[in-house]
């Protein structure tokens, strides 16, 4: 009886344990499952569940983009559906602080990391954004789920001094299909707002994308038989490539502070080239340090003719601002192209030229120091567009975007390597040789017409004189007195790097 009495008892603590070590198990599965269960609604919400973790962002961006793995399915124990986790493969970029969440909705777990800002409004957008992608996501996605799918939202950022920009990376697997799609978002920081990001380059920034990577490839494959006697740069030259510029071949693309990141596909691998700003800067619609082009260009009548009188070799403390004063008064606008030095002349100059920029006057480069760029070296000539881009940059915070060639001259390196259209003229006023205020005027009311861009110089009081005199005469002659830009606007030119401008019907 004894014996049989411990037996038994033997039994049922065998069999006791292994219910505990069951029930552990079981409990232990359903938290897990329970864990997993929130809406994106909580996303923000404070005291959520969901699992929360900032991630400094020191990823390599060399990795190459790989589908997300699937996770060992966590069943929870009392149901026969599997349940996958989400899990993060690739690392991207990030400039800061990454917020990772992890949730599960309507069939799909996901995981989400999204960038968090210093700035409160930039913090509150970029969660606005990220909450209205992963909602659009999580219902596209629980609609066409027939078992369970995994959502993997990541992403890559850059900034400049006025753009924020994040391209997001949107990895999803349902019913075993693997899929990956891309989000850009911009944002002004100057401005303190969103940036539509297929609208931010023109059309002419992706041509010139699609020759730097033409030209790369083209490098690429003739680097390895230049011993066969090929001559590397002919092919070069010749090679047309496979892209053609269109917006859709370069749509993802991050703005850092050395330039912009284009990727690209080729031989089914996925590349990047970074291209400067100084040579996007003219097809910019907001520059990379915020400033709204569009801003800049006045309401005008296009059916009505139009005039750019534009100044030369300023900024000048005495004469310039008499000018802005005579624009302002007849509700005008000019050009100023200026050079690096003598902005650079002294605190005067330098307010002076504030003035100009903050009165909506146009500022405009002369190149740094007046040299004939025809008869300079390429280095020579990025010298003297350079440092008058830095010289305006200092003051205004903002680059100029047209040039005009000292004494009108260029040759094909300078229109190469000055980045900018060259604005040149059609109607010289001649003050520089008359120096008479009235033979000035004459001289331009006998010559307008509609489109002229006029050659003046603010450095003389005559000028300045005539302007007086001229701008009324002109507008009452039915001209409207307009920047370059607002002229090229109106027009409709669309401005080319490297191409030479007489006036707005060339
Ligand atoms: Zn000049």
Not at 129 to 150: H, N, P, R, T
Not at 297 to 319: C, H, S, V, W, Y
Request: charged content about 25%; hydrophobic content about 35%.
């Amino acid at each position: 009886m004894k014996r049989k009495k411990k037996r038994l008892s033997t039994l049922v603590r065998v069999l006791l344990c292994s219910w505990c070590v069951l029930g552990l198990v079981l409990a232990f599965f359903v938290i897990d499952w329970a864990m997993n269960l929130q809406g994106p609604e909580e996303l923000a919400g404070s005291g959520s569940v969901d699992t929360l973790a900032k991630v400094t962002g020191e990823a390599d961006p060399t990795r190459p983009v790989t589908p997300t793995e699937v996770p060992e399915a966590t069943a929870p124990a009392a149901t026969t559906v599997p349940m996958p986790k989400a899990e993060f493969v690739t690392e991207y970029a990030h400039m800061g602080e990454a917020v990772e969440r992890y949730g599960y909705m309507d069939k799909v777990t996901y995981g989400l990391r999204y960038p968090h800002r210093e700035d409160a409004a930039e913090e509150s957008e970029a969660d606005r954004i990220v909450q209205e992608l992963l909602s659009e996501k999580l219902a596209e996605f629980s609609k066409d789920a027939g078992e369970l799918g995994i959502l993997l939202i990541d992403y890559e950022d850059g900034e400049t001094t006025g753009l924020y920009s994040v391209l997001f990376y949107v990895e999803w697997e349902i019913d075993g299909v693997k899929e990956t799609e891309t989000r850009l978002w911009l944002y002004n920081k100057k401005k303190g707002e969103t940036v539509d990001g297929t609208e931010l380059f023109a059309d002419r920034a992706y041509t010139y994308v699609a020759q730097q990577v033409n030209r790369l490839l083209a490098e690429e494959a003739t680097s390895g038989t230049s011993e066969e006697g090929i001559d590397n740069k002919t092919l070069v030259q010749k090679s047309e490539g496979p892209f053609s510029g269109t917006r859709e071949e370069f749509a993802e693309y991050v703005l850092t502070a050395d330039g912009a990141k284009f990727y690209y596909e080729t031989d089914g691998k996925r590349q990047s080239i970074v291209i400067p700003y100084i040579a996007l800067h003219t097809y910019m619609a907001v520059t990379e340090n915020g400033t709204v082009v569009a801003d800049s260009i006045r309401e005008l009548d296009p059916d009505k003719p139009m005039i750019a009188l534009t100044f030369d070799d300023g900024p000048n403390d005495k004469q310039t601002p008499r000018l802005l004063e005579i624009l302002e008064k007849n509700n005008a606008r000019a050009t100023f192209f200026v050079l690096g030095d003598r902005v650079l002349w002294g605190p005067a100059n330098k307010n002076t030229l504030k003035m100009v920029y903050e009165s909506g006057n146009e500022v405009a480069s002369h190149t740094y120091s007046h040299k004939k760029l025809k008869e300079l070296s390429v280095e020579g000539i990025t010298e003297e567009i350079v440092k008058a881009r830095d010289a305006v940059y200092s003051v205004i915070g903002e680059y100029p975007t047209l040039i005009r060639p000292p004494y009108g001259g260029y040759n094909d390196l300078v229109k190469e390597y000055s980045y900018a259209p060259l604005i040149t003229w059609n109607l010289d006023s001649e003050d520089w040789k008359s120096r008479d205020a009235q033979k000035v005027v004459d001289q331009v009311l006998k010559e307008a017409r509609d489109g002229n861009i006029v050659l003046m110089h603010d450095i003389h009081w005559f000028t300045v004189d005539a302007a007086e005199v001229l701008i009324p005469a002109l507008m009452e002659r039915g001209y409207q007195i307009v920047t370059v830009q607002e002229l090229f606007h109106y027009k409709n030119v669309e401005l080319e790097n490297g191409r030479v401008y007489h006036s707005s019907y060339n």
